[in-house]
């Protein structure tokens, strides 16, 4: 699953029309860039992309060929929320241990966007799709608002206010409660898409279009030993996933062995692993623009990882990832590149690892 990117496209009549979005691994909410429709008017000029564990920055300068201005919705998809279930939050296509609070309004990323340097206020669009394809957003709202709306999953009344008897008799009406045989508990089954959207104008020559947000991590505990480098829950062979070379390995040993032996000085169990967020970022959407990027640059800094549900906030000790560029260390835990005529084979996955 991911966080979809900023889609240009010409809407017909009143209804928000996206392409389908693709799925990443199953650990974080992927980050997407901005998306064009096939077309052959906007030309993506420059592409800044700046990835931490606490912002994904963008800027695009974005070139309208055409000698005229041109109209055009743009809309930044999210992919489906993950639900609370007991074993962590879940999506339908397989994603877990993603780390976020729960949502209680749609903008939970903090996204922004700026145009020419103004700052645009978008719409927001919110899908409640149950398994039998229904949208019953609009529904819900009128039961219990936008709290209940983003907040499918399994849940355990009464100790839960928002599904008191009257809420859980109204969503049994619409068919969007089922209740648990064995237990206590009741689900709510809807999945929920958020898309965020506005119209723009793209004079003749460059419009500049910025955007940034919160990125939604995946988490796991690293365990790093002479059989390899393994992320819990997520990834068994993380060497390959995140291109770690027999140097970024002994790094990964030491630091396994640092925290073990800290750890055994302050009395605390026996514990080699590390802690581990993983950070997705989907580079392939930008092949719907007309030609490749013209020029692209890539930043990725280890910035600490703002505390998230069960962990603190910590400082990334190491960061890898298979790059799509030539990439030089410009800074403490930060990389960078650049490359022209820019046509990306494959997503970005980050790992950053902390103690």
Not at 61 to 76: C, H, I, Q, W, Y
Not at 81 to 103: D, Q, V
Not at 216 to 228: H, R
């Amino acid at each position: 699953m991911r966080l979809g990117g900023l889609i240009l496209t010409i809407l017909c009549g009143a209804a928000l029309s996206c392409p389908a979005t693709a799925n990443d691994s199953a650990s974080q909410l992927a980050a997407g860039g901005i998306v064009l429709v096939k077309n052959d008017v906007i030309v993506m000029q420059r592409e800044d992309l700046h990835l931490s564990p606490a912002e994904v920055r963008v800027r695009y300068e974005m070139r309208n060929d055409s000698g005229k201005p041109v109209t055009l919705r743009v809309a930044f998809p999210l992919p489906e929320l993950p639900a609370m279930t007991p074993g962590g939050r879940t999506t339908t296509t397989g994603g877990h241990n993603i780390m976020m609070n729960e949502p209680r309004g749609p903008n939970f990323i903090g996204f922004r966007v700026w145009a020419d340097g103004r700052e645009i206020t978008p719409e927001v669009e919110i899908r409640a799709v149950l398994p039998d394809g229904r949208d019953i957003a609009a529904a819900l709202q009128q039961i219990g608002g936008v709290p209940l709306v983003l907040r499918p999953g399994v849940f355990v009344p009464p100790d839960d206010p928002d599904l008191n008897a009257d809420v859980r008799r109204r969503l049994a009406e619409i068919g969007a409660i089922e209740a648990s045989t064995t237990d206590r508990t009741y689900r709510l089954p809807w999945a929920i898409y958020v898309t965020f959207h506005w119209m723009q104008t793209f004079a003749p020559g460059v419009t500049v279009v910025e955007h940034s947000y919160r990125p939604i991590l995946g988490f796991g505990y690293l365990s790093a030993d002479q059989k390899g480098v393994t992320v819990s829950g997520l990834v068994e062979d993380a060497a390959s996933t995140y291109c770690i070379d027999s140097t970024g390995k002994q790094t990964l040993r030491q630091l396994s062995e640092q925290a073990r032996a800290r750890r055994a000085k302050a009395g605390d169990p026996d514990n080699p692993y590390l802690l581990a967020n993983t950070l997705g970022y989907v580079l392939k959407t930008a092949q719907n623009w007309r030609g490749p990027i013209g020029t692209f640059h890539l930043s990725v800094k280890g910035d600490p990882n703002p505390a998230e549900r069960w962990t603190d906030s910590r400082q990334p000790r190491a960061m890898y990832f298979c790059s799509p560029l030539p990439l030089k260390e410009t800074g403490a835990l930060l990389m960078e590149g650049e490359a022209r005529d820019f046509v990306p084979a494959r997503d970005l996955q980050i790992l950053f690892v902390a103690e």
